[in-house]
C-alpha cells in the first residue's frame, strides 16, 4: 500500500493570524500616514497665515508711509479732499474692526505737456485751461464730474500742495483748476485721492482686508478676523513718542499724529479639527477670547489657526 504523502501549506489558523499582523502593521502604517497628512496641513495652514499678513502688512505700511504725499501742504476745512479736511480720519469702535482713511498721492498718471514739440516750456494757469497729453493712464484722473479723478498734485514744482480740477476732464484734453499754479513741460502729475483701509465681505462670504480709493475695494488679504489702528503723536514735544503718546481713537488731534500702529489678526481659511487653540500663556489669548487692542472676539472657533502681525509706520510727509 503506497504511503500518502503531506503537502506543506497554511493552516487556517496560521493565515488568520497573518492577516491579523498584516491590519495592525497597515493599520500603523494608515495612521502614521494620516497623522503626517494633517500636520502637513496644518503647517501649511500657518505658514499662509504668515505670508498673508507679511504681504498685507507690506501693502498697508507702504500706504500709510505716503500719507500727505502731495497734499500735506493746503488740505484743510477749506480746501478738503472728496470731502475729507484732514490727512488722516480714524474709525473707532470697540464692538468691530477698525478702519482708517487717509489722502496720499500714490499714483502718477500724467506727464505736462502741451504737444507742440517744444521742450521745458513753462506755463502758468490761472482757471485756464492748461493741456495734459502724454496722458499714463487718462482713465484714473482729470474728471471734475467723479469726485476721485477731481484732485491732483505736480511735482516738483508743486510739492505737498493739491489743486481741484473744476472743468474738463477725460475727453476734453485739458483741465480747468480751482487756483493758480505754475508747471513746466515734463512735470509729472499724480492724483491725490482717500484710501480707506478696512475690513469687507465679499461676495462669497469672506472678510477680506481690502483698500478703497473710491473706486471699489481692492482685497490684498483674506480671511481677517480684526484690524485695529493705535495712534502715537508727540505730545509733550520731547522728540520721541512715549507710550502714553499712544491712543485708539485720534479724534481732534488727527494732525498731530505721526506714527501708526497697526495690528492685524489673521485666521486659517478652514478649521483644523485635531487643533485647539487654548493657549492661555498667549497674550492675544485668554481661555476663548481674543483681546486686540480694546476688542475681544468672544468666543472664537478654536479649531481654526490665528496669527497676529503688528507694525509700526512712521508717517514721513507729516513728520517734516
Known sequence: MKSIKRKAGFTLVELMVVLAILGIVVAGVLGLMTRQNKAYHSEEAIIDLQMNGRVAMDRISRILRMAGFGC???????????????????????????????????RQVAIVDDGDGTPGETFVASTIPIAM????????????AA?????????????????????GGVGAGTITTNTSLTTTEGDNVYTVRPYTIGIYTDSNNVDCLGINDGSGNDAIAEHIENLQFEYGWDADDNGMIDAAE????????????????????????????????RNDDDPITVGRQYTL???????????????????????????L
Open 72 to 106: 500735506a501742504g493746503n488740505i484743510g476745512a477749506g480746501n478738503p479732499v472728496s470731502g475729507f479736511t484732514t490727512i488722516l480720519t480714524a474709525t473707532n469702535s470697540n464692538s468691530s474692526p477698525d478702519s482708517l482713511t487717509l489722502i496720499s498721492g500714490l
Open 133 to 144: 497729453i502724454d496722458n499714463l493712464s487718462i482713465g484714473d484722473c482729470f474728471d471734475d
Open 293 to 319: 487692542a480694546d476688542h475681544v472676539i468672544t468666543d472664537p472657533d478654536v479649531h481654526f489657526h490665528r496669527h497676529l502681525i503688528q507694525t509700526t509706520v512712521f508717517l514721513r510727509n507729516m513728520n
Open 246 to 277: 499712544w491712543v485708539d481713537d485720534p479724534a481732534g488731534n488727527e494732525a498731530d499724529v505721526r506714527a501708526v500702529r497697526v495690528l492685524l489678526l489673521f485666521r486659517s481659511a478652514h478649521p483644523d479639527r485635531e487643533f485647539e487653540d
Open 147 to 167: 469726485v476721485y479723478k477731481r484732485y491732483f498734485f505736480i511735482t516738483p514744482r508743486q510739492e505737498n500742495t493739491f489743486r481741484d480740477i473744476v472743468a
